[in-house]
Each structure stands twice: as structure tokens, then as C-alpha cells.
């Protein structure tokens, strides 16, 4: 008779056969004999966190920084809700997260037992799949089939739910078929005709631009190269979403920076008048679209997208491939050096006109801000931060909102997998939490969450994670005072009606530091600032450093709601220039 | 035009509406007919009706039919996220003027009168298979299959004839001809 084993030692069994080096989790009544296997397991290692939603963002730091599903382990009720929140945020932006929640055993389930809820109910909108195992035969499988549907396809987020008993209960375990080569067969189906197509697009168009996304980060390394190969290899602009930046690198001169609500001058205008788009692993996004019915006029569109669903759904294109982004381009690639081997200077005179055109927007250089040498701007605390650390290997992480855009323009990315943030769900307090997991992935690498002193407070309580396991996450708050976003739309939109949005009882973020026993760093004025950044990456452990930032700044540029691309709001540096009011230009 | 105070777009305007009938084959396993059902609701899409029974008890398929309404690129959305749930095996779209597949309803409906009005009430039913499922001589309950819409149109006219209560299922489809879709 072949060997039984306890739920519990089945979950284990499996988390070992997927190859999982950590967990992030918080034990609890529910999941007790799980946290009690723990001990046999060595090769698996448990980072305690201090609140579930913190585990949740842990994860996804850790999986975005290492291209490895990201591991959940919680208890029942309060447990389960609190990583609620971090589920959403994965499964907005594409993360691969396996949670393993315990339930109460299965008589109660139905009964209100203490620490009951629904959890597969409540988690079933944001998750890609989720189980309630409610026999102890089924455990090992699903458990298997949670890590293929966590990782194939589009990554996301599933959850398994197991009762005490099950855990407890004995059945044989069944180690994980090979069915991955399958499953990349079913993502891909796409054909040569398709290919040709773009191809055809390609050498017709004049005006064309590459518009890329967190597809090219989630279908790994090699895409990012392959992308860099297809971009010199059609001399064609390219420009990023919020999630895909560091695929290409940023300080390329084909790279037009960021687009959407506060991308670029130029990459918005090149979007909005370009004859050829080519979206590659993005979702027209409503904050990279602006205003549909004049989104990118005059192009004919493609889509290159793993998810057939993403396409049409808000942009209807003249091309969808539907394929992993990676092998799509390699098909391209292959394609367009069987078929034309002159294309690399047939297109730059073809296209040079449109490149002219391009350099007459850069020459607005719409990053610009009116540096101070009397108080901080927020804007050169992170271009300093990038000076400072683009000479080591780094992996930046944020909050939401003005810091983040700031950090997404300022800080150049070269590699993918160094730049992790809430985009989809805009989950304030999400940088902290995935600072920790991405020193959790890279252990010797620096990480730095950019945050604002609103996000930070909301899962703060994760600097004691960092402490405990001697994480040196360097966490370097852009503090105005103000939730920074929500006071740029209440002058912009609301009269200067500054609701709720001040806060006035802020913690002293040096003792803050302290109390947790770690490195408190403060910078008031810009003279010290590039001082104590130095003093920042040179500390071993945490540090909270308290950067004191002008109150005023707005994030520029930016579309206003409910305009096209070509209708952007410049910086004040341009309205000053342009003789327009401040206040009349700020009104539309 | 107002001014938008709003971090969102402005709604474009819509498209036509289309009714269709959303065939989808599932495992026949806890919660499948909440995460169709959650789908729906959750994106906003709307469902007039839904019938779902187990077909294949071998295999523990299930079939849900779902009539719905919607622009021709939310019927393209609601088809392409629901082929994204795990234990949903196929999904068939038709328009509800497809010549090429039928679509029936089954109703039963309780008449409470007297003989004479109940005669009445049967000949109006003629067109639609009545079955007279039982009787007594103040009473009867009758089985229609039929159009949605002419289960609508029937109900009005059997009212006056002592209609006091009707249940009825919702759609269910299937393809003419020898074809099996697939």
C-alpha cells in the first residue's frame, strides 16, 4: 500500500515539487497543522509578516522582481480578507500569486463559526480560479493545478481554501504531470499569415510607433531582448506603459519615455499622429487612452496580447495576434530579416520625417520642472536618488500616487523585473510590503520603495518584517505633508477646496525609524540632499529616509480628463513661457 | 459642453443592442454557476434569462444557456471572459434571429376557474404543444414549449381565463440539421 500523508504534508509535498524557496504569511487558528509541518520542510523558508495584506504585496514583489509565482499562506476570516486587497492588486496587474487560506473544518462550514467567512466567495472576482477543498483525494492536485493556472497564460492570482480537518486527513499524493508544453501551445495562436501582416504594416508605415506593456515583462527576459532587437531592427519610436518599463531602456534614444495621463510630450503626440501603433502586451488602459473616440486618430492598429479577451475591448485594432509576447516577436524578427534585409535603412529614410517631428516635440522637454535651491522638489530628489544608484544593480518599488508618476519619469529603468508598482488597482501602501519581497528574491541587490508619507502609513507595519529578517529595504519618502494626487486634482479640478486631503498629525519619520530599530534619515534642503542619499545606500539595515519636498508640486505633464493625446497640460515652466495664467490653463 | 470633474473619461455612445443566447459547457462542480452568474454581474453585462441542468452525467458536464443583451462588442467580451474561467469547457454564440437554431421555453401555468373558462383557455394555448399536466373541475395546470415572447403574449391572454400563476424556464437552444456545434 503506498504511503498517506496528512493535508498538510501534501501541501507541503507540492509546494516542494513547484520548487517554492518562501512563503509570506501570518499564522493562525485555521492553518495551525500547516505551520506545524513547517519545521520538516527546510528547502522553505517563512517570512512573517505583520498583516496579511502585507504578505499579499510581498508576494507580488517577490514574483515580479524573479519571474517565480509568489507564495501566500493565511488563516481563516480575518485572515482571508485582509490579503483580499493584495489578490485585487495581482490580479489587476498580472502577478502570479498561489494563496493557501485555512478554513474552519468542514462540519462548520455554513454554521457562522468563529472565523468563518466565505472565502472562496469573496475572493472569487479576484482571482483567476480558486478552490474550496472539501476532500482530502483532491487536495494534491488542485494544489498542482493552482501553480498552472497561477503561471500560464496571463498570470495571476488563485487561492486555495482547506478546512482544518482536511488538513489533517490522510490520502496518497500524486506528483505534477508535465503538461506544460501543452499549455504553450494553447497560448499561442497566432499563424505566419499574422506575422506576415505586421510585417506588411511594418514597411508601409511612415508614422509608426511601438507601444509596449507589462506582457513583455510577464513573458520574461528573453522578451525584453527580443524587443530590443525588433526596435533597432525597424528603427521605429517606442514608448511604455507604467508596467512595462525597464523592457526597453530607458535612456535609449529610441525610447520616448512613459505614455498616458502623465507620460511625455512627446510619446503622447507621437501615439496620438502615429500611422502604424503597435501595442505588445498592454490594455489601452483608460489612463493611457485618454479620450477614446480621438485615441490615436489616423492608425491602423495592432495588438499583440497572451489574453484574447484584452483585445477589442476598448480599442478596436486592424490586427490581433494572439501569443506570448516573446514568441510573437521571435516570429517577427525572423520574418523580417527573411523577407527584408534592408529594412534597417530603408526604413530610417522612410521614417525620418517622422522622427523629425518627434525631436521637435522632445525640444519641449516636458519633464521639466523649475528646480528650487531653497526647498526640495520632488522631482530632483528622484532624478539625485537615480545619479546615485544607476551604478549598481537596483530594484525600485512604490506607493501610489504624485511620487510614483514622479519616480515612473525620473528614474530610468534599463533592465525588467527592477521596477514593481500598483498600476491596475493603485493599492496605496503596496511599496513597503514588495520592498520586502523583492529583498526577500535579491538578497544582495538594492531596493528602494519611492514613497509618499500618506501610502507609507498604510502598511508601515511591515518596517518590523524588514527589521526581523535584517531586510536593508531602503524606503525614501517623498513627505509633503499632502496626499499629494488628490490635492494636484482638488486645485486642478475643485477650487482649491483641499478636502481631507492635508495630514496634520504626521509621525516624526526619524523616531519612526527608531522605534522599529532601524535608520532614520532626514533631508530638508537641497544642499544635503545628495549627502545623505550617499548615507542612505551606504547603511547595512532599513532606513526610512524623510525627505521634505516642496508642498506645491504638481505632477506634470498630464492629460486632463476627458482629452485626447495631443491636448496635453505642460509644466509651469512652458505655461509661463505661453503668457497663459496658471489658473485659466489649470481650469480646463 | 460641461466641464468634467471627473478623473474618468466621458462615456462614448453606444453601440446597437443585440440579443443573444450564450451557450456555455461546464464542469458540473460547486460555485460553476456563481462564477458565470459573478462574471455577468460583475462586469456589468446583463442576463434576461438562464436555464442550466447536467446533460452529461458521465463526464459531469453541465449546460447553462443564457439569454443576453448587449453592443456586438460586449457579446465579443462577454464570450472571450467566459472562455477564461477554468471549468468552462466551450461557448456558442447565436443571435436570437439565427435561422439556423431553435430556441424554446417550457412553462407551466396553473388556471383556477370554471370548465367552460378552462376549454377557453386550452384552445388558446393550441399552438403551443398544451399538455395537460392535471385537472380537476375548478382547476388546471398546463405545459407549453414556446418562444419567450410568445410565452409573454400567451400569459396576457390567458389571464382574463383564470391565469393565477405561471413558472417558466428559461431559454434553451439547439442547432438544425444534422450539424453539432463544437
Known amino acids: 500500500m503506498p504511503k498517506l500523508f496528512s493535508g498538510a504534508e501534501i501541501v507541503f509535498k507540492c509546494l516542494e515539487d513547484q520548487k517554492v524557496e518562501h512563503i509570506f504569511g501570518y499564522p493562525g487558528g485555521a492553518v495551525l497543522p500547516l505551520y506545524d509541518e513547517l519545521k520538516n520542510h527546510p528547502s522553505i523558508k517563512h517570512i512573517l509578516v505583520r498583516h496579511e495584506q502585507g504578505a499579499g504585496h510581498a508576494a507580488e514583489g517577490y514574483a515580479r522582481s524573479s519571474g517565480k509565482p509568489g507564495v501566500v499562506l493565511v488563516t481563516s476570516g480575518p485572515g482571508a480578507t485582509n490579503v483580499v486587497t493584495a489578490l485585487t492588486d495581482a490580479y489587476m496587474d498580472s502577478v502570479p500569486l498561489v494563496c493557501i487560506s485555512g478554513q474552519v473544518p468542514t462540519h462548520l462550514i455554513g454554521t457562522d463559526a468563529f472565523q468563518e467567512c466565505d472565502t472562496t466567495g469573496i475572493t472569487r472576482p479576484c482571482t483567476k480560479h480558486n478552490w474550496l477543498v472539501k476532500d482530502i483525494k483532491d487536495l494534491s492536485r488542485i494544489m498542482n493545478e493552482a501553480f498552472i493556472v497561477a503561471t500560464t497564460g496571463r498570470p495571476g492570482p488563485v487561492l486555495v481554501d482547506i478546512p482544518k480537518d482536511i488538513q489533517f486527513a490522510k490520502a496518497k499524493y500524486f506528483k505534477p504531470k508535465k503538461e506544460k508544453k501543452q499549455k504553450e501551445k494553447s497560448v499561442n495562436k497566432f499563424n505566419q499569415k499574422d506575422i506576415d501582416q505586421l510585417v506588411d504594416l511594418m514597411k508601409k508605415a511612415s508614422k509608426p510607433v511601438f507601444y509596449t506593456g507589462g506582457g513583455v515583462i510577464n513573458s520574461g527576459p528573453k522578451a525584453s531582448e527580443l524587443l530590443r532587437e525588433l526596435v533597432s531592427l525597424t528603427g521605429f519610436p517606442i514608448t511604455s506603459t507604467l508596467q512595462g518599463l525597464g523592457a526597453y531602456p530607458g535612456d535609449d534614444n529610441q525610447f520616448l519615455g512613459m505614455l498616458g495621463m502623465h507620460g511625455t510630450y512627446e510619446a503622447n503626440n507621437a501615439m496620438h499622429d502615429c500611422d502604424l501603433l503597435i501595442n505588445i502586451g498592454a490594455r489601452f488602459d483608460d489612463r493611457i487612452t485618454g479620450k477614446i473616440d480621438e485615441f490615436s486618430p489616423k492608425s491602423k492598429k495592432v495588438h499583440i496580447d497572451i489574453d484574447p479577451s484584452s483585445i477589442n475591448k476598448i480599442v478596436k485594432v486592424d490586427l490581433s495576434i494572439v501569443g506570448d509576447v516573446s514568441n510573437v516577436i521571435k516570429f517577427a524578427i525572423k520574418t523580417l530579416k527573411k523577407k527584408n534585409i534592408n529594412l534597417e535603412k530603408s526604413n530610417k529614410q522612410k521614417i525620418s520625417k517622422w522622427w523629425q517631428q518627434i525631436q521637435k516635440w522632445r525640444t519641449k522637454q516636458s519633464l521639466n520642472f523649475i528646480n528650487s535651491d531653497k526647498v526640495i522638489k520632488p522631482q530632483h530628489a528622484v532624478q539625485r536618488l537615480y545619479e546615485l544608484t544607476k551604478n549598481q544593480d537596483t530594484f525600485i518599488t512604490t506607493e501610489v500616487g504624485q511620487h510614483q508618476m514622479w519616480a515612473a519619469q525620473h528614474y530610468k529603468f534599463n533592465k525588467p523585473n527592477r521596477w514593481m508598482t500598483s498600476g491596475g488597482l493603485g493599492t496605496m501602501g503596496y511599496g513597503l510590503p514588495a520592498a520586502v519581497g523583492v529583498q526577500i528574491a535579491h538578497p544582495e541587490k538594492l531596493v528602494v520603495d519611492i514613497a509618499g508619507e500618506a501610502s507609507i502609513l498604510m502598511n508601515i507595519q511591515e518596517m518590523s518584517t524588514a527589521v526581523q529578517y535584517n531586510l536593508p529595504v531602503k524606503i525614501f519618502i517623498l513627505n509633503n505633508q499632502y496626499m499629494g494626487m488628490v490635492r494636484q486634482w482638488q486645485e486642478l479640478l475643485h477650487e482649491k477646496n483641499y478636502s481631507e486631503s492635508y495630514s496634520k498629525a504626521l509621525p516624526d519619520f526619524v523616531k519612526l525609524a527608531e522605534a522599529y530599530g532601524c535608520v532614520g534619515i532626514r533631508a530638508d534642503n537641497p544642499d544635503e540632499l545628495d549627502e545623505k542619499i550617499e548615507e542612505m545606500i551606504n547603511t547595512d539595515g532599513p532606513v526610512i529616509f524623510d525627505c521634505h519636498v516642496d508642498q506645491n508640486e504638481n505632477c506634470y505633464p498630464m492629460i486632463p480628463s476627458g482629452k485626447p493625446h495631443n491636448q496635453m497640460l505642460l509644466g509651469p515652466k512652458d505655461q509661463n513661457e505661453n503668457k497663459i495664467s496658471g489658473k485659466g490653463k489649470a481650469l480646463v | ?182
Open chain 2, 1 to 182: 459642453m460641461v466641464k468634467s470633474k471627473s478623473a474618468y473619461s466621458i462615456p462614448t455612445k453606444l453601440g446597437k443592442l443585440e440579443t443573444h443566447i450564450i451557450v456555455v459547457w461546464v464542469d458540473n462542480e460547486a460555485s460553476v454557476l456563481s462564477r458565470v452568474v459573478g462574471l455577468f454581474s460583475g462586469r456589468g453585462y446583463n442576463i434576461e434569462s438562464l436555464a442550466v441542468a447536467e446533460v452529461d452525467q458521465k463526464k459531469n458536464l453541465s449546460r447553462i444557456t443564457i439569454v443576453t443583451t448587449g453592443t456586438p462588442q460586449v457579446i465579443e467580451q462577454i464570450v472571450l471572459q467566459l472562455k477564461k474561467l477554468v471549468p468552462i469547457h466551450k461557448v456558442g454564440n447565436f443571435k436570437k434571429d439565427d435561422k439556423n437554431v431553435i430556441f424554446k421555453e417550457m412553462a407551466l401555468l396553473k388556471i383556477v376557474t370554471n370548465t367552460s373558462k378552462i376549454k377557453k383557455a386550452l384552445i388558446a394555448c393550441k399552438k403551443y404543444n398544451p399538455v395537460i399536466l392535471d385537472q380537476t373541475n375548478k382547476s388546471a395546470v398546463i405545459q407549453i414549449t414556446a418562444l419567450g415572447k410568445e410565452i409573454d403574449k400567451l400569459t396576457k391572454i390567458l389571464k382574463p381565463f383564470g391565469l393565477v400563476s405561471a413558472s417558466r424556464t428559461g431559454a434553451v437552444a439547439m442547432t438544425r440539421g444534422a450539424e453539432i456545434f463544437n
